[in-house]
T-cell receptor, first 112, second 116 residues
Framework: SAVISQKPSRDICQRGTSLTIQCQVD?????MFWYRQQPGQSLTLIAT?????????ESGFVIDKFPISRPNLTFSTLTVSNMSPEDSSIYLC?????????FGPGTRLTVT | DQQVKQNSPSLSVQEGRISILNCDYT??????FLWYKKYPAEGPTFLIS?????DKNEDGRFTVFLNKSAKHLSLHIVPSQPGDSAVYFC???????????????FGTGTRLKVLA
């Protein structure tokens, strides 16, 4: 399986600001995804990061709030924009080359 | 509508005994299933998968059983160890239009505690 790193591992941000989370993989992967896990909840897919084109967002998530970039097959970023306390979550990057998905360590975001 | 359900939020098992974690799904189009283990402050760790063409897959102490008619799968851990204490998630996906792209829907998780 691929080795996946995320930066930052955690952050505390003020409401109204934005945070960009980076996901780096040690090998080229076909698919990259961004998930959110709110406190006490399951994992929810935010979007599929498409290389060289706009991300594909799931219902309830929009590009203005969660812009995503994927410039190549090993790197992606997720920005959480105009943050509010409701955005406090763990944000997870995952990668896949087929049917199995592997997750990064996550970014724990707290918005005050 | 929760398409993937784990109805037991928690489970306690004695060390050395069997742990059985259950998962139910509603979408008959799901054809691939994954189990993950998650420790606090870490990302989910992939454990084992099963395709809908199988009814059992085994990897060491972990076995996953799939009952398609009941839309039910279970993860068996034998023997259970204290290090297995974690939250376990099941996830289900359909091969979107045969594209090879799998988007997973996750259950709510079951917290397993293995007692020494």
């Amino acid at each position: 399986s691929a080795v996946i790193s995320q930066k930052p591992s955690r952050d505390i941000c003020q409401r109204g600001t934005s945070l960009t989370i980076q996901c780096q993989v040690d090998s080229q992967v076909t698919m990259m995804f961004w998930y959110r896990q709110q406190p006490g909840q399951s994992l929810t897919l935010i979007a599929t990061a498409n290389q060289g084109s706009e991300a594909t967002y799931e219902s309830g998530f929009v590009i203005d709030k969660f812009p995503i970039s994927r410039p190549n097959l090993t790197f992606s970023t997720l920005t959480v924009s105009n943050m509010s306390p409701e955005d406090s979550s763990i944000y997870l990057c995952s990668v896949s080359n087929s049917y199995e998905q592997y997750f990064g360590p996550g970014t724990r975001l707290t918005v005050t | 509508d929760q398409q993937v359900k784990q109805n037991s939020p928690s489970l306690s098992v004695q060390e050395g005994r069997i742990s059985i974690l259950n998962c139910d799904y509603t979408n008959s189009m799901f054809d691939y299933f994954l189990w993950y283990k998650k420790y606090p402050a870490e990302g989910p760790t992939f454990l084992i998968s099963i395709s809908s063409i199988k009814d059992k897959n085994e990897d060491g102490r972990f076995t996953v059983f799939l009952n398609k008619s009941a839309k039910h799968l279970s993860l068996h851990i034998v023997p259970s160890q204290p290090g297995d204490s974690a939250v376990y998630f099941c996830a289900a996906s359909a091969n979107l239009y045969g594209s090879g792209t799998y988007k997973y829907i996750f259950g709510t998780g079951t917290r397993l505690k293995v007692l020494a």
